[in-house]
Antibody, heavy 125, light 113 residues
């Protein structure tokens, strides 16, 4: 099992940046990918991007290109997502998620067996 | 990008009834390399909680998901069926395709009592 513990709620002004964290614990495999998915209030799910902590490689959804940066600290098994130039449309719950490669789960890239508890980001003047 | 359209938007049923949820993709998500089923997943989300994986590969149940849940379909049309609803099944369900970048989700089906 993998546990994903996210940082606390944030309130930001338009134009600011926010950096969220997601600490992974449990049966972490070196080749785990980590993903970020967001959900605006009352809305559906939207994929933001992914990071491979082993290589540091990232893939971002096109609409976030140039505004999002995902990084990792392998020593603490923590992944980060920074989103810049915030607008009210970025108000959402942000989730980190990962597949389960242990053999008990999907073992599929891009399938989200494990989820963090979510971090609420509110952008308001 | 692949647009996923879920229907119905809301489904009102009672415990013990059968629920059928649909997910249609704007283009086929079957690929030559779709080993283990099409790249379509379903998630259950209850109010105030993170989503929970229910199905992947279109028809493979996730760990801990009871046998009353089943998935089917290929290409562009997919179905999630709950054979006999339990009170804990009432939630919002999202489909997700991961066969064609970028990953996309449907808008959700609310399953109401």
């Amino acid at each position: 099992q993998v546990q994903l513990l996210q940082s606390g709620a944030e309130v930001k002004k338009p134009g600011a940046s926010v950096k969220l964290s997601c600490k992974a614990s449990g049966n972490i495999f070196s080749n785990y990918y980590f993903y970020w998915v967001r959900q605006a209030p009352g809305q559906g799910l939207e994929w933001v991007g992914l990071i491979n902590p082993s290589s540091g490689s990232t893939v971002y959804a096109q609409r976030f290109q140039g505004r999002v940066t995902m990084t990792t600290d392998t020593s603490t098994t923590t992944v980060y997502m920074e989103l810049a130039t915030l607008t009210s449309e970025d108000t959402a719950v942000y989730y980190c998620a990962s597949p389960d490669y242990s053999g008990s789960g999907s073992s599929s890239d891009d399938v989200f067996d494990f989820w963090g508890q979510g971090t609420m980001v509110t952008v308001s003047s | 990008e692949v647009v996923l359209t879920q229907s119905p938007g809301t489904l009102s049923l009672s415990p013990g009834e059968r629920a059928t949820l649909y997910c249609r993709a704007s283009q086929s998500i079957s690929g030559f390399y779709s080993v283990g089923g099409d790249n379509l997943a379903w998630y259950q989300q209850k109010s105030g909680q993170a989503p929970r994986l229910v199905m992947f590969g279109a028809s493979s149940r996730a760990a801990g998901i009871p046998a009353r849940f089943s998935g089917s379909g290929s290409g562009t049309d997919f179905t999630l069926t709950i054979s006999s609803l339990e009170p804990e099944d009432f939630a919002v369900y999202y489909c997700q395709q991961y066969g064609i970048s970028p990953i996309t989700f449907g808008q959700g089906t609310r399953l109401d009592i």
